[in-house]
């Protein structure tokens, strides 16, 4: 089974991409989790959404087609989603009802800094993606809290508890992919 994992972030230590990185941990063998930088997807603009795509957009339209399942971590920008996730999400979500999200079962994440983990932006992040009939994934939540402080200097999340956890959200999430797929 494919994976295909969004940070909503875009920068090289971004605590997100640190996130995905380590759900990969948590998989079965036999399902692999790909990362998609969404760093040269361009803003969206009609003018450019046609037939022809930018070659960038083409390709996050292309992985997720390929995927099974999709797994996105959102950073939380003044209680919302982070524009780099939305304007990305606005690309793939053409033509409105019939786009590759349609149907494509996706778990949600965030982390920020603060205590609430960036859960605002979750609740955002489900409303977005139910006006693109995409089905989530809906629990448990996974909100990493004080994520600043929860990787050690290799990526890897130090703390067991947030470890067990992220292992249950992950072995919850991908059998429910695989059911989803059946
Ligand atoms: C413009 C901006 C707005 C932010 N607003 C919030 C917020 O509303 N709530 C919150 O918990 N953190 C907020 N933060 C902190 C980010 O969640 C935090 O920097 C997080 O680590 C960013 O994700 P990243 O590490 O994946 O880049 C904000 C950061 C920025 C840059």
Redesign the pocket.
């Known amino acids: 089974m494919k994976i295909l994992a969004i ?1 909503g ?1 875009v ?1 090289k230590d ?4 640190q996130l995905l990185r380590a759900a990969g941990e948590f998989v079965d063998e036999g399902t692999s989790i790909e990362l998609f930088d969404l760093a040269d997807i361009p803003f969206y603009n009609g003018d450019l959404d046609g037939d022809t795509k930018p070659a960038s957009v083409q390709a996050l339209l292309d992985a997720i087609t390929a995927a099974d399942g999709m797994l996105l971590a959102t ?5 919302s989603v982070s524009g780099v996730l939305k304007n990305a999400i606005d690309w793939a979500s053409r033509p409105a009802f019939n786009s590759v999200l349609c149907g494509k079962p996706t778990g949600v994440m965030s ?4 205590t ?1 983990g ?1 859960a605002r932006a979750q609740v955002h992040l489900r409303d977005i993606l139910a006006a693109t009939l995409t089905p989530v994934y809906l629990a448990p939540d996974f909100a990493l809290a004080s ?2 402080t929860a990787f050690d200097e290799n990526g890897r999340l130090v703390d067991e508890g947030t470890r067990d956890f992220l292992q249950k959200y992950m072995m919850g999430y991908t059998h429910w992919v695989a059911r989803q797929r059946a």
Request: aromatic share 10%; hydrophobic share 20%.
């Open positions: 940070s972030s920068r971004s605590l997100n991409t950073p939380e920008y003044n209680y982390s920020s800094m603060s609430l960036g994520a600043h």
